[in-house]
């Protein structure tokens, strides 16, 4: 899922843990993707893409073994839980932490086409859905339903639902072809879109943060 939604689940799990402070809970749900960002940036995984970006399916994340490997972050979660629960004797913030990383796991299970693997020894099997190559309009859909969802389940205010519109709005053009937007750009240039994406995470960390 995009930035926004990955923020919004943050919210669910706020909503359970009462006593955790939500910034924990925002970093945890975002802490694949900024892993992500900093391995593409260092050059260790590959995001390519097709000669002309038109929507989200034209942007393929080739390579990205340890970021995004099912027993990788699986296994991240349980070791924040350990240390943050035991370590830190903060029962509640370590589950929080670990429910999150977790969360962003199962979310681009969902979403992603088949480009999560198992573990990073392993290049197949690959998992994803496939739905923002096969079905942009509905992954669409479901990402702005999603957010608005975790909003209504948190009971937030106005800003807090404005701000998750918005940003869902907002990346309209990374699921049609005939809208145009700054994807436009990101033809074989991996590093700007490593870099739209982590600005991303830190303006909707810290808005949800804020309006939460």
Not at 31 to 54: A, D, P, Q, S, Y
Not at 71 to 86: D, E, N, P, Q, Y
Not at 94 to 117: M, P, Q, R
Request: one cysteine or more.
């Amino acid at each position: 899922m995009f930035a926004i939604n990955h923020a919004a689940t943050a919210l669910i799990i706020k909503k359970e843990f009462v006593d955790v402070p939500i910034t924990w809970i925002l970093i945890s749900v975002q802490f694949m993707e900024i892993i992500w960002v900093g391995l593409n940036l260092l050059g260790v995984e590959k995001t390519t893409t097709e000669k002309e970006v038109r929507y989200v399916g034209d942007i393929h994340l080739s390579y990205m073994p340890f970021s995004h490997s099912v027993a990788t972050m699986l296994g991240v979660a349980l070791l924040a839980w350990f240390l943050i629960s035991k370590g830190l004797n903060q029962p509640n913030i370590g589950l929080a932490v670990g429910i999150g990383i977790v969360s962003h796991l199962v979310l681009d299970l969902i979403t992603h086409s088949n480009d999560i693997v198992l573990t990073p020894s392993f290049e197949s099997p690959k998992f994803g859905l496939g739905l923002y190559s096969k079905y942009p309009t509905a992954a669409f859909l479901l990402e702005i339903g999603y957010g608005i969802a975790c909003w209504w389940i948190y009971r937030g205010g106005w800003a807090l639902l404005i701000t998750i519109v918005v940003f869902n709005l907002a990346n309209i053009s990374m699921f049609s072809r005939a809208v145009v937007g700054i994807e436009r750009r990101m033809a074989n240039r991996p590093s700007l879109i490593a870099v739209v994406i982590f600005a991303q995470i830190l303006v909707t960390m810290i808005l949800v943060g804020i309006f939460s």
